[in-house]
């Protein structure tokens, strides 16, 4: 704490301790409430809107306090809530001496409950009349500063509940979140999908290439995983008769930290029977567009520099056609030469590793040279095998999988596929990666042997779904860090 802070934290320890010797609880456990600031003044109009007949209408309301401004014999106090803002006015001789000298011992941040009539000032703003007043919460810090907010990035994520107390567009931010939330749930229970609930700790950390957080159960005495992805066990719900299904909810990888990245973020994922990823492929750019039109009103979005429209139908694109078109690479010219395509990366400036594998560097390629040009919302199509563990094989091209991910404003924000439904094939794919493992490569799949149980009772052709939802708000809301819709991001210890 700062020599400023320590000051300011004593003199309220010293209002905090007269409050308590006048018999004044300053930590009171409840308040009778009864109206919000935005009730209140909607109350007040509605009486208005009648005439003004009888007496005005008398309320008890509760915040925060923002502002105070001396008159004297007069104090206006500004109080904001949930809902907004509402102006109090305390006169001396309506609470008498003591109450109202008692007002020097609040501060910015308390919490103070007020109890009055409603008037309109000569301003012509709806204030309540304070009759009564009740400490709620003695603040013993100050706020952030009410017209500059927080400057300093890292406070703004590592205090966030300072941050949503100086901003008003912070706290929007968070609410539009929520919404978009609900929108998402909203279109695929209009769809028939069922929402579910799939284990977060798990025997093995399946459906995706990724490091998994690993935790001890004690009563088991074995090792389990926080979840890296929703599909494993949401694909068991299509074998045991379930058509549609979907969850969202967090998942946590154990990985770097970027402005698209955190360690714990959340997904939705969905599996329908009887579709593949072109049917899938369709329901994306649904939903979206109608999350944005639900949500924001409209389908066309600012994000930077650019407009971009989300209206469907959306681009479709192979990933060959996308490295050929922005990396001037054809990726079927390296197929079995994975160190001739190394060495091609190198000279087009793609960063490249030994002992990568041909996949691997496919997939580094299209993360450096395609996915920043695409702006506009995209699907990229037809992913060669070697990137796919999951998905199935297109019959007129085995080298490539029924496989698409979405990108908009540069950015990849889900993955979809036709799901392999062949045990014998997967069984195959989980092998193939152990073996990468075992040359070194970490971000691997891992062999499920109870998946491959299920899956050895019968899965029907499946369309299945990953959506981040954080990076779809991000673009939804014009946003280029993760940590600006995390509410509480990841960050390093201080120390």
């Known amino acids: 704490m700062t020599e400023r802070y320590q000051a300011i934290y004593q003199q309220r320890l010293t209002k905090l301790q007269r409050l308590r010797d006048r018999g004044i609880d300053p930590y009171p456990p409840r308040y009778n409430r009864s109206h919000s600031a935005a009730e209140a003044v909607d109350a007040f109009q509605a009486w208005e809107s009648r005439g003004s007949a009888g007496e005005a209408p008398s309320v008890s309301v509760a915040g925060r306090i923002t502002a105070t401004r001396?008159?004297?014999?007069?104090?206006?106090?500004?109080?904001?809530?949930?809902?907004?803002?509402?102006?109090?006015?305390?006169?001396?001789?309506?609470?008498?001496?003591?109450?109202?000298?008692?007002?020097?011992?609040?501060?910015?941040?308390?919490?103070?409950?007020?109890?009055?009539?409603?008037?309109?000032?000569?301003?012509?703003?709806?204030?309540?009349?304070?009759?009564?007043?009740?400490?709620?919460?003695?603040?013993?810090?100050?706020?952030?500063?009410?017209?500059?907010?927080?400057?300093?990035?890292?406070?703004?994520?590592?205090?966030?509940?300072?941050?949503?107390?100086?901003?008003?567009?912070?706290?929007?931010?968070?609410?539009?979140?929520?919404?978009?939330?609900?929108?998402?749930?909203?279109?695929?229970?209009?769809?028939?999908?069922?929402?579910?609930?799939?284990?977060?700790?798990?025997?093995?950390?399946?459906?995706?290439?990724?490091?998994?957080?690993?935790?001890?159960?004690?009563?088991?005495?074995?090792?389990?995983?926080?979840?890296?992805?929703?599909?494993?066990?949401?694909?068991?719900?299509?074998?045991?008769?379930?058509?549609?299904?979907?969850?969202?909810?967090?998942?946590?990888?154990?990985?770097?930290?970027?402005?698209?990245?955190?360690?714990?973020?959340?997904?939705?994922?969905?599996?329908?029977?009887?579709?593949?990823?072109?049917?899938?492929?369709?329901?994306?750019?649904?939903?979206?567009?109608?999350?944005?039109?639900?949500?924001?009103?409209?389908?066309?979005?600012?994000h930077g520099d650019a407009i971009i429209d989300l209206e469907p139908p959306w681009r479709r694109l192979t990933m060959r056609e996308a490295l050929i078109e922005h990396a001037g690479l054809d990726f079927a010219d390296y197929r079995d030469d994975p160190e001739r395509l190394r060495a091609r990366l190198q000279e087009i400036g793609v960063h490249v590793e030994l002992g990568w594998s041909w996949g691997k560097l496919i997939d580094e390629a299209v993360s450096t040279c395609v996915e920043p040009r695409l702006i506009q919302p995209t699907f990229l199509m037809d992913y060669p095998w070697e990137l796919s563990p999951l998905a199935k094989r297109k019959p007129e091209n085995p080298e490539l999988v029924e496989r698409f991910e979405p990108f908009c404003a540069g950015m990849e924000f889900g993955n979809a596929y036709t799901e392999l439904n062949d045990p014998v094939e997967q069984r195959e794919r989980f092998k193939m990666q152990a073996r990468l493992r075992a040359a070194g490569l970490e971000d691997v799949e891992t062999m499920d042997e109870d998946f491959l149980l299920a899956l050895e009772h019968g899965m029907p052709p499946t369309g299945g779904l990953g959506l981040g939802i954080d990076r779809i708000i991000m673009i939804l809301t014009g946003r280029t860090s993760i940590r600006e819709v995390i509410l509480f991001p990841q960050l390093r210890s201080k120390e």
């Open 70 to 302: 001396d008159m004297g014999r007069a104090t206006f106090i500004d109080l904001r809530d949930g809902s907004g803002r509402i102006q109090t006015h305390f006169r001396q001789n309506t609470l008498g001496e003591e109450a109202y000298v008692g007002l020097r011992d609040l501060d910015l941040g308390d919490f103070l409950g007020v109890s009055g009539p409603l008037f309109r000032t000569r301003s012509g703003e709806v204030t309540v009349q304070a009759v009564d007043y009740t400490v709620l919460a003695k603040a013993l810090l100050p706020p952030p500063e009410k017209w500059h907010g927080l400057q300093d990035v890292e406070t703004r994520y590592r205090q966030r509940y300072l941050d949503l107390m100086a901003s008003q567009e912070v706290r929007g931010l968070f609410a539009l979140r929520s919404r978009l939330i609900s929108a998402v749930r909203h279109f695929m229970d209009g769809r028939g999908f069922l929402e579910v609930q799939t284990p977060v700790l798990q025997p093995e950390a399946g459906g995706a290439a990724a490091t998994p957080f690993v935790t001890h159960h004690k009563a088991l005495d074995r090792a389990l995983y926080l979840r890296i992805a929703l599909e494993l066990h949401l694909k068991r719900l299509i074998v045991g008769g379930f058509d549609r299904v979907y969850e969202i909810g967090p998942i946590f990888r154990n990985e770097g930290i970027s402005t698209i990245h955190n360690p714990e973020f959340t997904m939705m994922e969905s599996y329908e029977a009887y579709a593949d990823y072109h049917h899938v492929a369709r329901m994306v750019e649904d939903l979206v567009s109608g999350v944005a039109r639900e949500v924001l009103g409209s389908t066309r979005i600012v």
